[in-house]
């Protein structure tokens, strides 16, 4: 089992910034994958960002140089730096671990992020 602690949500006027983090422990492996979907009223929750534990990033199209997803080995910990947001960005942001190659998934319990002015 894998325990997921997520921070950092808020409400923000558009524009504005925020930092996500999530903190992972427990049943941690070398390979591994996190990262952050997002569920907004009404509508299927989807990826937002993920990157491996070597490094690699994968983001949706729709937040493509504006999020930027990082993270720190040495902590287990995920963090998604989201600038420029916008309305449609509200949501509630949901940090997930995998492992790498099964494919094995936990959550977090989420945290919302709202974009109104």
């Known amino acids: 089992q894998v325990q997921l602690v997520e921070s950092g949500g808020g409400l923000v006027q558009p524009g504005e910034s925020l930092r996500l983090s999530c903190a992972a422990s427990?049943?941690?492996?070398?390979?591994?994958?996190m990262g952050w979907y997002r569920q907004a009223p009404g509508k299927e929750r989807e990826l937002v960002a993920a990157i491996t534990s070597g490094g690699s990033t994968n983001y949706a199209d729709s937040v493509k140089g504006r999020f930027t997803v990082s993270r720190d080995n040495a902590k287990n910990t995920v963090y998604l730096q989201m600038n420029s947001l916008k309305p449609e960005d509200t949501a509630v942001y949901y940090c997930?671990?995998?492992?790498?190659?099964?494919?094995?998934?936990?959550w977090g319990k989420g945290t919302l992020v709202t974009v109104s002015s």
């Open positions: 427990g049943s941690i492996v070398s390979f591994n994958a």
């Open positions: 997930y671990y995998s492992y790498y190659y099964s494919g094995v998934k936990y």
